[in-house]
């Protein structure tokens, strides 16, 4: 959930893939701005990192910028 997520993202925040794991948690809890911010800081970590881009194009569909 967010709240393991958001210490993982403490215990590690260089991972993309930590990043990209609290985007979807927040996302899923309707935090969308806070999950597109941190979807953006897994992009600035590894713009090629594909589950980071696909939340970011599945956020972006919902209308969220």
């Known amino acids: 959930g967010v709240t393991l997520g958001g210490r993982a993202v403490q215990l590690d925040p ?5 990043r990209t794991d609290l985007s979807s948690a927040l996302a ?3 935090r969308f701005q806070d999950a597109l911010a941190q979807v953006r800081q897994a992009l600035s970590l ?14 972006q569909q919902m209308g969220v910028r």
């Open 28 to 30: 899923a809890s309707g």
């Open 14 to 18: 260089g991972s993309a893939a930590t």
């Open 46 to 59: 590894d713009p090629a990192f594909a589950p980071a881009l696909e939340n970011l194009r599945r956020l």
